[in-house]
């Protein structure tokens, strides 16, 4: 793994509403990362290339969901998907949902995941929301070390929140009015 220097990075984010071959198959590399490292949009597997494309590609075709993208010198490193209700539910059209939230291994540490939350939050802004949820695994600590640090606030655990090779894993919950 090549580090690169800080001064020769250049970040940048934004929405996709096609996607590019380059684009895809750097989103289905760096879901194969997220899931080998534990934080894999709800895969515990890595699933044949085929299936993530298709999944990458469907995202689009769903008009709740925006996908982020973080770029780092041009190529896609991270991506987040905000989540808006749909129309028929009147009582959370101002809150949006802030999920599956991940930077590649070799990318972190540059602001990406930063830079994407803030993005989120303009974007939410511009569509009239008024607050962003999420929820964390108990064992992603550098993603809870991420939101706290940008002022969301936990207000509920779920002790049951998901189950890896049997075992149950604690779920937290977290909001923030914008
Ligand atoms: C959490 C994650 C998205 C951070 O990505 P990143 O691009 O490295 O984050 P940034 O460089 O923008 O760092 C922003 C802040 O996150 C926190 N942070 C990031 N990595 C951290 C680590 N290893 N330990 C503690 N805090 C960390 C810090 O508060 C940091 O701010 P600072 O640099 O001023 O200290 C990335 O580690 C990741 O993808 N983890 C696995 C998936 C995951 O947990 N997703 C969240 C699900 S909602």
């Given at each position: 793994?090549?580090?690169?220097?800080?001064?020769?990075?250049?970040?940048?984010?934004?929405?996709?509403?096609?996607?590019?071959?380059?684009?895809?198959?750097?989103?289905?590399?760096?879901?194969?990362?997220?899931?080998?490292a534990g934080g894999?949009?709800?895969?515990?597997?890595?699933?044949?290339?085929?299936?993530?494309?298709?999944?990458?590609?469907?995202?689009?075709?769903?008009?709740?969901?925006?996908?982020?993208?973080?770029?780092?010198?041009?190529?896609?490193?991270?991506?987040?998907?905000?989540?808006?209700?749909?129309?028929?539910?009147?009582?959370?059209?101002?809150?949006?949902?802030?999920?599956?939230h991940?930077v590649?291994?070799?990318?972190r540490?540059?602001?990406?995941a930063?830079?994407?939350?803030?993005?989120?939050?303009?974007?939410?802004?511009?569509?009239?929301?008024?607050?962003?949820?999420?929820?964390i695994r108990e064992t992603q600590t550098a993603a809870i070390k991420l939101f706290e640090s940008?002022?969301?606030?936990k207000?509920?655990?779920?002790?049951?929140?998901?189950?890896?090779?049997?075992?149950?894993i604690k779920g937290y919950?977290y909001?923030?009015?914008?």
């Open positions: 793994m090549t580090i690169l220097p800080k001064e020769k990075t250049n970040i940048s984010v934004d929405s996709l509403e096609t996607i590019s071959n380059t684009d895809l198959a750097d989103l289905c590399y760096n879901t194969e990362q997220a899931i080998k894999g949009f709800g895969w515990i597997t890595v699933p044949p290339r085929e299936v993530l494309k298709k999944y990458w590609n469907g995202m689009l075709l769903v008009n709740t969901n925006t996908l982020i993208v973080g770029r780092l010198n041009g190529d896609i490193a991270g991506s987040l998907q905000l989540y808006f209700y749909p129309p028929n539910n009147e009582a959370q059209k101002t809150i949006a949902k802030i999920q599956s991940f590649v291994p070799w990318a540490g540059y602001g990406l930063k830079t994407m939350i803030d993005y989120a939050i303009v974007k939410s802004k511009e569509n009239n929301k008024q607050s962003i949820q999420l929820d940008k002022g969301f606030i207000w509920g655990e779920n002790p049951a929140y998901a189950f890896v090779n049997g075992n149950s919950y909001y923030k009015n914008i």
